[in-house]
Each structure stands twice: as C-alpha cells, then as structure tokens.
C-alpha cells in the first residue's frame, strides 16, 4: 500500500469519477484503475462498486476513506512541517451528518467562523435525523455529528454546546388568541388538538413526547393528523390552521414575530433540550474536527448559561 494508491482512492470516493481523478492526478485512466485494484487486493475487500453510471463507495470502503483521508492529512502536515510546498492534491475536509436543526440554523454560524481561520477547509454536510446521524457515526460514515437528542449508543459521545427551547405553536385564529389572554395549562387543551409532528426519527419528535409525558400528558391518545421530515412544512402547515404543532423556538422566531402563528411555552419555566456535538470514540478525531468542535463552542457559549 503506498501514498499513491490512498491519494486515487479518495480522490475517486470525492469525485465520483475515475477519468476525472486520473486528470487531476496526471496519470492515465488504466492507471487509476490499477491504483485501485492493487490497493483492494491488498486489503482484501471490496472499495468501490463501479457502474456505467457512478461509482460509490462500498460498507467497507466508507470506513477506510476517514483513515485514508487523515493519512493524507498527515502526509501533508509533515511535508509543510519539513519546508516541502508541494501542492495538496486532496483537500482537506471534514465530513458532517446533522440532524435538520442544526443543519438549518446553527451550521453555518460555525462554519463561517471556521473557515475565517482555515479558509483550505471543505465541509460535506449530510443532513437527516438523528437516528441516520447516529448511524453514520457508527458506520464511520462522518467525522462529527449534530443531533437535538440523546440516542444511547456503544461508543458515542454526546457534547452539549446549543440550549435550545421547545414551544408549541398554533394558528393565529380567535381560539387560540382568547387562549392567550385567558391561559390554561397546555394539558387541558392540546389532547383536544389535531397536532403536527417530525418523523420518528426525529430528535424534536423524541424530545416532544418526554416534555409532553412530564406534564402528565398520555402520548398515545394525541391527535396527530401529520407528519414532516422538515420543519418550514410544519410552519406553514399551522399558519394555514392544519393543527398545532411543538417546534424549536429557534426555527419558529420568524413565523412567531411576523404573526403567522401563535406561541404558547410548554410550560411556566419553559422546556429547555441541549444541541449536541457527536462524536464515536473508537475514531480518532482529527485536527480539523478537533477545531470545529473548539468553534462550535465558542459561537454559542451564550446559550449554555
């Protein structure tokens, strides 16, 4: 196994693309191909599948690329180290599954603040639910994820660095307006409301029924008449009076202040939940996740106290 081979690897697992990559290198396409070849029976498994279409990366090729990258990551730390200035064929990147929350609305805060520091940084973000970014972690699919919940896992760490509050939101009509100068408590009324929900994947579904079960609320007889895997759908869905819904206060600001729905706490102190960073500790964190994690923190130290 030599450098070469590792540099085609994650090369072809970045673009796609076996003619592209053997450009880029300066090489011919045969010996790309050859690269890879060597390089699987060496290992003795499977990393790319080839169609005529596209090339992806196989279970075990997912997880050889994080190491693959971060010895190309070594690779060029030592020849800065020692003078060379030899131009990096591979960016360096840092590869991210975040749930819709943070994806949304506190990603790009950390990364514009990440990459005034390091402008030669890519970022890869795939955004899903909390459960696929709990598995891409465990699949070592990611360098880091973001999630809005706790998932108990094996070797997963979870980091709190956003306090995020939840409140329900309602359509703006003259029920709910009386409701808000003559408050009863939300136990009273939401069972009776058709209610809009995440999918079950969801962190904020997930945190929504222990917050509900802490108010002596029975879960399994709420009217919920939909569900969404994105959060705008559920704002627009109760300005336009489907039902109710409990949402992040964070991704409900605007529709709250604009009028187009209705805010009610879910209770007198309000029901706060962490933002957390997270990490598989059987994975070495590299340098560049190490400082994401760092900024993250930094960005939104306000929040935790």
């Known amino acids: 196994m030599n450098l070469k081979q590792i540099e085609a690897f994650v090369m072809i697992a970045n673009n796609g693309s076996f003619s592209r990559t053997a450009k880029e290198m300066y090489l011919t396409q045969p010996t790309v191909s050859a690269y890879i070849n060597s390089l699987e029976s060496e290992l003795g498994v499977k990393l790319l599948m080839r169609t005529t279409k596209e090339v992806n990366l196989t279970e075990q090729g997912s997880v050889v690329y994080l190491y693959a990258k971060e010895l190309l990551e070594v690779s060029d730390k030592i020849n800065e180290i020692c003078g060379n200035q030899k131009e990096k064929a591979v960016s360096s990147q840092i590869l991210i599954s975040s749930s819709s929350l943070p994806a949304q609305y506190l990603l790009a805060t950390i990364l514009a603040s990440y990459s005034r520091s390091y402008p030669h940084i890519q970022f890869i973000v795939n955004e899903s639910d909390s459960e696929h970014v709990i598995a891409d972690l465990e699949n070592h699919k990611a360098n880091i994820g973001f999630t809005g919940t706790k998932i108990p896992r094996k070797n997963i760490k ?16 003259d029920w709910f307006r009386i409701l808000k100068k003559h408050p009863k408590p939300l136990k009273e009324w939401i069972r009776n409301q058709p209610l809009i929900m995440r999918e079950s994947g969801s962190g904020t579904r997930q945190e929504t029924f222990k917050a509900l079960e802490g108010l002596d609320v029975n879960t399994d007889n709420l009217n919920v008449i939909a569900t969404f895997a994105n959060t705008g759908a559920i704002l627009i869905s109760v300005k336009e009076s489907v039902g109710c819904a409990i949402v992040s206060r964070l991704a409900a600001t605007a529709a709250i202040e604009s009028g187009d729905v209705l805010e009610f706490p879910l209770s007198d102190e309000g029901f706060y939940r962490n933002i957390y960073m997270v990490i598989n500790t059987i994975q070495p964190t590299n340098e560049n996740t190490s400082k994401l994690m760092s900024i993250a923190k930094k960005c939104f130290k306000s929040s935790m106290t």
């Open 158 to 173: 979870y980091i709190p660095f956003y306090k995020d509050e939840l409140v329900v939101i309602t359509p703006n009509t």
